[in-house]
Protein backbone atom coordinates (compact mmCIF):
# COMPACT_ATOMS: atom_id res chain seq x y z
CA UNK A 1 0.00 0.00 0.00
CA UNK A 2 1.29 3.52 -0.77
CA UNK A 3 1.35 5.54 2.52
CA UNK A 4 0.16 9.33 2.02
CA UNK A 5 1.43 10.31 5.17
CA UNK A 6 4.36 13.09 5.27
CA UNK A 7 7.26 11.45 6.84
CA UNK A 8 10.61 13.52 8.13
CA UNK A 9 12.09 12.48 4.40
CA UNK A 10 9.24 13.13 2.62
CA UNK A 11 7.50 16.55 4.06
CA UNK A 12 4.08 18.00 3.58
CA UNK A 13 3.89 19.49 0.42
CA UNK A 14 4.25 23.42 0.22
CA UNK A 15 0.78 24.91 -1.83
CA UNK A 16 3.41 28.31 -2.79
CA UNK A 17 5.98 26.24 -4.20
CA UNK A 18 5.08 25.91 -8.04
CA UNK A 19 6.76 22.84 -8.65
CA UNK A 20 8.31 19.72 -5.70
CA UNK A 21 9.84 17.29 -7.73
CA UNK A 22 11.31 14.68 -5.40
CA UNK A 23 13.71 11.69 -6.93
CA UNK A 24 11.79 11.13 -10.23
CA UNK A 25 13.32 8.63 -12.27
CA UNK A 26 11.90 7.20 -15.67
CA UNK A 27 13.37 3.86 -17.37
CA UNK A 28 13.01 2.79 -20.93
CA UNK A 29 13.43 -0.70 -22.54
CA UNK A 30 15.95 -0.61 -24.83
CA UNK A 31 15.02 -1.40 -28.28
CA UNK A 32 16.81 -4.17 -30.28
CA UNK A 33 18.99 -3.35 -32.93
CA UNK A 34 20.57 -5.29 -34.97
CA UNK A 35 24.39 -4.99 -35.37
CA UNK A 36 25.27 -3.87 -32.21
CA UNK A 37 27.33 -5.48 -29.24
CA UNK A 38 25.34 -7.91 -27.35
CA UNK A 39 25.80 -5.58 -24.39
CA UNK A 40 24.25 -2.62 -25.93
CA UNK A 41 21.26 -4.38 -27.78
CA UNK A 42 19.28 -4.88 -24.27
CA UNK A 43 18.26 -3.89 -21.15
CA UNK A 44 16.91 -0.82 -19.18
CA UNK A 45 17.95 3.08 -19.71
CA UNK A 46 17.38 5.28 -17.42
CA UNK A 47 16.25 8.16 -18.98
CA UNK A 48 15.76 10.40 -16.07
CA UNK A 49 17.20 9.53 -12.72
CA UNK A 50 16.38 10.63 -9.55
CA UNK A 51 15.68 14.08 -10.03
CA UNK A 52 14.95 16.46 -7.51
CA UNK A 53 14.58 20.59 -6.93
CA UNK A 54 11.78 23.07 -6.79
CA UNK A 55 10.71 26.03 -8.64
CA UNK A 56 9.24 28.93 -6.72
CA UNK A 57 6.03 31.06 -8.35
CA UNK A 58 7.83 33.32 -10.22
CA UNK A 59 10.36 31.91 -11.00
CA UNK A 60 11.88 30.85 -14.41
CA UNK A 61 14.22 27.52 -14.06
CA UNK A 62 16.06 26.25 -17.04
CA UNK A 63 16.64 22.68 -17.47
CA UNK A 64 19.89 22.52 -19.47
CA UNK A 65 21.06 19.31 -21.21
CA UNK A 66 22.19 18.21 -24.66
CA UNK A 67 20.51 16.05 -26.91
CA UNK A 68 19.24 12.57 -25.42
CA UNK A 69 19.83 14.59 -21.67
CA UNK A 70 16.46 13.19 -20.46
CA UNK A 71 14.68 17.19 -20.80
CA UNK A 72 11.23 16.12 -22.47
CA UNK A 73 11.10 13.06 -20.45
CA UNK A 74 11.12 15.07 -17.23
CA UNK A 75 9.00 17.26 -18.86
CA UNK A 76 6.37 14.89 -19.75
CA UNK A 77 6.67 13.46 -16.76
CA UNK A 78 5.93 16.79 -15.04
CA UNK A 79 3.28 17.84 -17.11
CA UNK A 80 0.94 14.06 -15.79
CA UNK A 81 1.71 13.13 -19.70
CA UNK A 82 3.97 9.90 -18.43
CA UNK A 83 4.03 7.77 -15.37
CA UNK A 84 7.32 8.23 -13.27
CA UNK A 85 8.69 4.50 -12.31
CA UNK A 86 9.39 6.14 -8.95
CA UNK A 87 9.47 9.36 -7.43
CA UNK A 88 7.08 12.56 -6.49
CA UNK A 89 6.28 15.43 -8.26
CA UNK A 90 3.88 18.29 -6.69
CA UNK A 91 2.22 21.27 -8.30
CA UNK A 92 1.27 23.84 -5.38
CA UNK A 93 0.95 21.44 -3.74
CA UNK A 94 -0.88 18.85 -5.49
CA UNK A 95 0.27 15.44 -6.20
CA UNK A 96 0.66 15.50 -9.73
CA UNK A 97 1.32 11.72 -10.10
CA UNK A 98 -1.35 10.60 -7.91
CA UNK A 99 -3.86 13.30 -8.89
CA UNK A 100 -3.08 14.07 -12.39
CA UNK A 101 -7.04 15.90 -12.37
CA UNK A 102 -6.47 18.35 -10.25
CA UNK A 103 -2.95 19.80 -11.77
CA UNK A 104 -3.99 19.23 -15.26
CA UNK A 105 -6.10 23.18 -14.71
CA UNK A 106 -2.44 24.30 -13.07
CA UNK A 107 -0.10 24.17 -15.52
CA UNK A 108 0.26 23.88 -19.24
CA UNK A 109 3.25 22.68 -21.97
CA UNK A 110 4.74 23.90 -25.45
CA UNK A 111 6.24 20.64 -26.67
CA UNK A 112 9.41 20.42 -29.00
CA UNK A 113 6.91 19.85 -32.05
CA UNK A 114 3.33 21.08 -31.13
CA UNK A 115 0.54 19.96 -33.22
CA UNK A 116 -2.12 22.03 -35.09
CA UNK A 117 -5.23 21.98 -37.06
CA UNK A 118 -2.85 22.85 -40.19
CA UNK A 119 -5.86 24.12 -42.86
CA UNK A 120 -6.90 26.30 -39.89
CA UNK A 121 -5.64 29.76 -39.39
CA UNK A 122 -3.74 30.27 -36.15
CA UNK A 123 -7.04 32.15 -34.97
CA UNK A 124 -9.36 29.09 -35.93
CA UNK A 125 -6.71 27.23 -33.67
CA UNK A 126 -6.06 29.50 -30.66
CA UNK A 127 -10.56 29.42 -30.34
CA UNK A 128 -10.68 25.90 -30.82
CA UNK A 129 -8.35 25.62 -28.09
CA UNK A 130 -9.96 28.37 -25.94
CA UNK A 131 -13.30 26.67 -26.20
CA UNK A 132 -12.31 23.44 -25.43
CA UNK A 133 -10.85 24.94 -22.34
CA UNK A 134 -13.68 26.75 -21.53
CA UNK A 135 -13.18 30.30 -22.53
CA UNK A 136 -16.25 32.46 -23.93
CA UNK A 137 -15.42 33.25 -27.41
CA UNK A 138 -15.29 36.63 -26.78
CA UNK A 139 -12.33 36.31 -24.30
CA UNK A 140 -10.71 33.86 -26.48
CA UNK A 141 -10.86 36.30 -29.46
CA UNK A 142 -9.18 39.35 -27.41
CA UNK A 143 -6.44 37.44 -25.78
CA UNK A 144 -5.50 35.41 -28.94
CA UNK A 145 -5.17 38.78 -30.73
CA UNK A 146 -3.33 40.53 -28.21
CA UNK A 147 -0.81 37.55 -27.40
CA UNK A 148 -0.30 36.73 -31.21
CA UNK A 149 0.50 40.79 -31.65
CA UNK A 150 2.73 41.02 -28.83
CA UNK A 151 5.02 37.88 -30.29
CA UNK A 152 4.95 39.66 -33.69
CA UNK A 153 2.72 37.45 -35.76
CA UNK A 154 0.60 40.35 -37.21
CA UNK A 155 -3.32 40.22 -38.23
CA UNK A 156 -2.87 38.98 -41.93
CA UNK A 157 -0.36 36.02 -40.70
CA UNK A 158 -3.15 35.15 -38.07
CA UNK A 159 -5.80 34.65 -40.69
CA UNK A 160 -4.04 32.32 -42.71
CA UNK A 161 -3.75 28.52 -43.16
CA UNK A 162 -0.87 27.36 -40.48
CA UNK A 163 0.15 25.27 -43.17
CA UNK A 164 1.27 28.86 -44.86
CA UNK A 165 3.61 29.77 -41.90
CA UNK A 166 7.19 29.16 -41.13
CA UNK A 167 7.81 26.63 -38.15
CA UNK A 168 9.07 30.07 -36.28
CA UNK A 169 5.84 31.42 -36.74
CA UNK A 170 4.01 27.92 -35.65
CA UNK A 171 6.30 28.27 -32.61
CA UNK A 172 4.45 31.45 -31.86
CA UNK A 173 1.63 30.20 -32.39
CA UNK A 174 2.03 27.02 -29.78
CA UNK A 175 3.46 29.77 -26.96
CA UNK A 176 0.11 32.10 -27.66
CA UNK A 177 -2.53 28.71 -27.43
CA UNK A 178 0.10 28.02 -24.61
CA UNK A 179 -0.38 31.12 -22.45
CA UNK A 180 -4.20 31.80 -23.66
CA UNK A 181 -5.28 29.76 -20.98
CA UNK A 182 -2.84 32.22 -17.75
CA UNK A 183 -1.70 28.93 -16.29
CA UNK A 184 0.22 29.10 -13.05
CA UNK A 185 2.81 26.91 -14.08
CA UNK A 186 4.01 26.46 -17.40
CA UNK A 187 6.81 23.66 -19.23
CA UNK A 188 8.58 25.35 -22.00
CA UNK A 189 10.34 22.38 -24.07
CA UNK A 190 13.05 24.05 -26.12
CA UNK A 191 10.67 26.79 -27.23
CA UNK A 192 13.01 28.36 -29.61
CA UNK A 193 15.03 25.55 -31.06
CA UNK A 194 15.54 25.90 -34.48
CA UNK A 195 13.75 29.80 -34.50
CA UNK A 196 15.46 32.41 -36.67
CA UNK A 197 17.23 35.25 -34.32
CA UNK A 198 14.53 37.41 -34.95
CA UNK A 199 11.70 34.90 -33.31
CA UNK A 200 13.89 33.81 -30.93
CA UNK A 201 13.66 37.37 -29.56
CA UNK A 202 10.15 37.75 -29.42
CA UNK A 203 9.49 34.25 -27.91
CA UNK A 204 12.05 35.31 -25.29
CA UNK A 205 10.71 38.85 -24.71
CA UNK A 206 7.16 37.08 -24.52
CA UNK A 207 8.30 34.69 -21.77
CA UNK A 208 10.10 37.39 -19.82
CA UNK A 209 7.18 39.45 -19.99
CA UNK A 210 4.66 37.46 -19.30
CA UNK A 211 6.49 36.39 -15.82
CA UNK A 212 6.99 39.92 -14.61
CA UNK A 213 3.23 40.44 -15.34
CA UNK A 214 1.33 37.42 -13.99
CA UNK A 215 3.89 36.13 -11.97
CA UNK A 216 3.35 32.50 -14.00
CA UNK A 217 6.06 29.91 -12.75
CA UNK A 218 8.23 28.67 -15.80
CA UNK A 219 10.22 25.92 -16.80
CA UNK A 220 11.95 26.03 -19.60
CA UNK A 221 14.35 23.69 -21.62
CA UNK A 222 16.93 24.50 -24.05
CA UNK A 223 20.75 24.20 -25.05
CA UNK A 224 20.92 27.62 -25.61
CA UNK A 225 22.69 29.41 -23.02
CA UNK A 226 23.04 32.73 -23.60
CA UNK A 227 18.95 31.88 -23.60
CA UNK A 228 19.21 30.21 -20.38
CA UNK A 229 21.42 33.38 -19.07
CA UNK A 230 19.24 35.83 -20.03
CA UNK A 231 15.50 34.36 -18.67
CA UNK A 232 16.63 32.12 -15.86
CA UNK A 233 16.83 32.79 -12.49
CA UNK A 234 18.21 29.64 -11.71
CA UNK A 235 19.53 26.89 -14.02
CA UNK A 236 19.98 23.15 -13.72
CA UNK A 237 22.42 21.06 -15.67
CA UNK A 238 21.20 17.32 -16.67
CA UNK A 239 23.46 14.94 -18.02
CA UNK A 240 22.44 11.31 -18.02
CA UNK A 241 19.16 12.17 -16.87
CA UNK A 242 20.75 13.69 -13.28
CA UNK A 243 21.02 16.82 -12.27
CA UNK A 244 24.55 17.58 -11.69
CA UNK A 245 24.58 21.20 -11.06
CA UNK A 246 22.57 23.37 -9.94
CA UNK A 247 22.13 27.54 -9.41
CA UNK A 248 22.06 30.87 -10.43
CA UNK A 249 24.30 31.43 -14.02
CA UNK A 250 26.44 33.92 -11.94
CA UNK A 251 26.68 31.23 -8.88
CA UNK A 252 27.49 28.42 -12.06
CA UNK A 253 29.96 30.49 -13.42
CA UNK A 254 31.86 31.77 -10.43
CA UNK A 255 31.99 28.16 -8.68
CA UNK A 256 33.75 27.08 -12.40
CA UNK A 257 35.94 30.31 -12.78
CA UNK A 258 38.00 30.16 -9.37
CA UNK A 259 40.66 32.61 -9.56
CA UNK A 260 39.81 33.19 -12.84
CA UNK A 261 38.16 36.43 -14.56
CA UNK A 262 33.98 36.08 -14.64
CA UNK A 263 34.22 37.10 -18.51
CA UNK A 264 37.07 34.44 -19.56
CA UNK A 265 34.44 31.50 -18.25
CA UNK A 266 31.38 31.49 -21.14
CA UNK A 267 28.26 28.68 -19.68
CA UNK A 268 29.41 26.64 -22.32
CA UNK A 269 32.75 26.20 -20.58
CA UNK A 270 30.67 25.88 -17.41
CA UNK A 271 28.77 23.32 -18.51
CA UNK A 272 31.30 21.27 -19.80
CA UNK A 273 33.47 21.19 -16.64
CA UNK A 274 30.11 20.42 -14.15
CA UNK A 275 29.12 17.87 -16.87
CA UNK A 276 32.33 16.95 -18.54
CA UNK A 277 30.26 16.76 -21.79
CA UNK A 278 29.77 19.39 -24.77
CA UNK A 279 26.36 21.02 -24.85
CA UNK A 280 26.55 19.85 -29.00
CA UNK A 281 27.30 16.61 -28.48
CA UNK A 282 24.43 13.89 -28.75
CA UNK A 283 24.26 11.44 -25.67
CA UNK A 284 22.95 8.55 -27.16
CA UNK A 285 26.00 8.72 -29.53
CA UNK A 286 28.51 8.25 -26.66
CA UNK A 287 30.07 5.23 -25.99
CA UNK A 288 27.07 4.22 -23.91
CA UNK A 289 24.78 5.43 -26.33
CA UNK A 290 21.33 3.04 -26.39
CA UNK A 291 21.30 2.89 -30.11
N1 LIG B 1 9.19 6.52 -25.41
C1 LIG B 1 10.48 6.18 -25.31
N2 LIG B 1 10.90 4.89 -25.44
C2 LIG B 1 12.19 4.56 -25.31
N3 LIG B 1 13.18 5.44 -25.07
C3 LIG B 1 12.83 6.74 -24.95
C4 LIG B 1 11.48 7.18 -25.07
N4 LIG B 1 11.47 8.53 -24.89
C5 LIG B 1 12.74 8.91 -24.69
N5 LIG B 1 13.56 7.84 -24.73
C6 LIG B 1 15.03 7.85 -24.50
O1 LIG B 1 15.28 8.55 -23.29
C7 LIG B 1 16.43 9.37 -23.43
C8 LIG B 1 16.08 10.81 -23.14
O2 LIG B 1 15.25 11.30 -24.19
P1 LIG B 1 14.60 12.75 -24.16
O3 LIG B 1 13.73 12.87 -25.36
O4 LIG B 1 13.96 12.96 -22.83
O5 LIG B 1 15.89 13.66 -24.28
P2 LIG B 1 15.99 15.24 -24.56
O6 LIG B 1 16.95 15.77 -23.56
O7 LIG B 1 14.63 15.84 -24.62
O8 LIG B 1 16.68 15.29 -25.99
P3 LIG B 1 16.49 16.38 -27.19
O9 LIG B 1 17.39 17.54 -26.84
O10 LIG B 1 16.99 15.64 -28.38
O11 LIG B 1 15.06 16.75 -27.28
C9 LIG B 1 16.97 9.13 -24.82
O12 LIG B 1 17.95 8.13 -24.73
C10 LIG B 1 15.75 8.62 -25.58
O13 LIG B 1 16.12 7.78 -26.64
MG1 LIG C 1 13.59 16.87 -26.07
Known amino acids: MISTEPTARHPEPDHRLALDVRGVTKRFRRRRVP ?28 VIGA ?18 DAGEVYVFGHDAVRRPLAVRPLL ?34 SRSAAILERLGVDGDKAREPMLHMSRGQQQKVAVAR ?21 SKRDVQRFVAEVRGEDGVAILLTTHDMEEAELLCDRIAFLAGGRIVAEGTPLDLRKGVAGA ?25 EGPDGNG
Open 260 to 284: RPLDEVDMETVFMELTGRDIEEDEE
Open 35 to 62: GLARSRRRGVHTAVDDVSFKVDAGEIYG
Open 178 to 198: AFLTSPRLMLLDEPTTGLDPR
Open 108 to 141: NRVSADPSFFRAMSPMENLRFFGRAYGLSGGAVR
Open 67 to 84: NGSGKSTLIRMLSTLLLP
